[in-house]
C-alpha cells in the first residue's frame, strides 16, 4: 500500500493541475480525504451521512470513489486499494494522479449536466426498470466522461512513446475489451467499454504513438464482428460529443441514445449465447425486481 503522508503530498499538486487544464466551476471543489486500511467502511458510511448522499449501499470499494449529496462533496482515497506495485510504464505518483483527476473528472461532470436532469441517480446500482436504458447509458457515461477529462490532465511531458509499442497499446485494449464483453456471461459491462473509449479518444500515450507511427489505425483489439456495427455507430456518437468546446457537458437525451446502443449490444450478445445463460439472465432480473 502507499504511504499515507506521501498521498497527502501529493494531492495538492494534483487538483491544481486539474484546475489548471479544466475551466473554472462555481462550486466547491471537494474534500479529499485519505482513509486508513481499519476505517474504511466507517469513514464512508460517515461521510455519506454527512453529505446525504444516496451511495449508501457498498457492492464494491476500488482505490477511489467520488461521494455526491445534497450537502457537497467527497473524494475518498482508500488505502487499502492504493498497491505500491510498480507499473511497467509510469510511477506511483503518475498513477496516483491519474486516479485522483479521474473522480476530480467525474465531480467536474456531475455538475455539467443539464440543471434539474439529477442525471446523478442513476450511478447506484438499483436498477431503474422505468428508464433503465438512461441508466445504462450514464453508467457508460460517468465512466468515459471522467477517463477522458483524466487522460487530458496528464502533462505530455509524463509520456516516453519509446516505451511503448502497438502490441503493448493493444494487450491493454484487448483487455477492457475483455472486461466489457467477457467479464459476465450474461451482461456487458458498460465501465469497461466506457474506458477502452476514453483509452481510444484521449489517452495520450496512444495518440502519442499514433503520431510517430504515421497511422490512423485505432489499434483496436479483435472484436467480434457481430458488435462491430453498433461499436462503430457508438464512435461516431462520442466523436461528435467530444468535437464540442464543452465536450463534458451531457443531457438526458444523449445518456439515453448511448443507453439505447448498449441494450442492443447486450440483445447481440443474447443472440449469441446459450440458452442456459439466457435463462440466468431473466433469472437475475425478477430478482432484481424483487428487491426494488
Request: with cysteine; charged share 25%.
Amino acid at each position: 500500500m502507499l504511504n499515507i503522508s506521501q498521498m497527502k503530498e501529493w494531492i495538492s499538486e494534483t487538483v491544481e493541475r486539474f484546475k489548471a487544464v479544466m475551466p473554472e466551476i462555481d462550486v466547491p471543489y471537494p474534500e479529499i480525504l485519505v482513509v486508513s486500511t481499519n476505517k474504511t467502511l466507517e469513514t464512508r458510511a460517515s461521510v455519506v451521512e454527512r453529505l446525504r448522499s444516496p451511495q449508501k449501499n457498498v457492492l464494491y470499494i476500488s482505490r477511489m470513489e467520488t461521494i455526491h449529496g445534497e450537502n457537497g462533496d467527497a473524494i475518498l482515497i482508500y488505502q487499502k486499494y492504493m498497491t505500491d506495485r510498480p507499473n511497467k510504464y509510469i510511477g506511483d505518483k503518475a498513477s496516483f494522479q491519474h486516479y485522483l483527476w479521474h473522480e476530480l473528472g467525474r465531480f467536474f461532470a456531475i455538475y455539467m449536466e443539464c440543471p434539474g436532469e439529477n442525471l446523478f441517480r442513476y450511478i447506484d446500482q438499483k436498477l431503474h426498470f422505468e428508464d433503465f436504458t438512461s441508466q445504462l447509458g450514464y453508467w457508460f457515461w460517468s465512466e468515459f466522461i471522467a477517463e477522458t477529462i483524466a487522460c487530458r490532465c496528464s502533462p505530455d511531458t509524463d509520456i516516453n512513446t519509446e516505451d511503448f509499442s502497438a502490441d503493448d497499446i493493444k494487450n491493454e485494449l484487448n483487455a477492457l475489451i475483455n472486461d466489457a464483453f467477457c467479464k459476465y456471461e450474461d451482461f456487458i459491462d458498460q465501465f469497461a467499454l466506457g474506458i477502452y473509449y476514453a483509452k481510444l479518444f484521449a489517452d495520450k500515450t496512444i495518440q502519442s504513438y499514433r503520431e510517430r507511427e504515421n497511422t490512423s489505425d485505432l489499434l483496436t483489439p479483435d472484436i467480434p464482428n457481430h458488435y462491430l456495427p453498433k461499436l462503430n455507430e457508438l464512435h461516431k456518437m462520442l466523436a461528435v460529443q467530444l468535437s464540442q468546446e464543452q465536450y463534458w457537458a451531457t443531457n438526458i437525451d444523449f445518456v439515453t441514445d448511448i443507453g439505447h446502443v448498449i441494450e442492443e449490444l447486450r440483445n447481440i450478445k443474447l443472440m449469441h449465447s446459450s440458452q442456459e445463460t439466457f435463462g440466468k439472465l431473466l433469472h437475475g432480473l425478477s430478482g432484481a425486481a424483487d428487491n426494488t
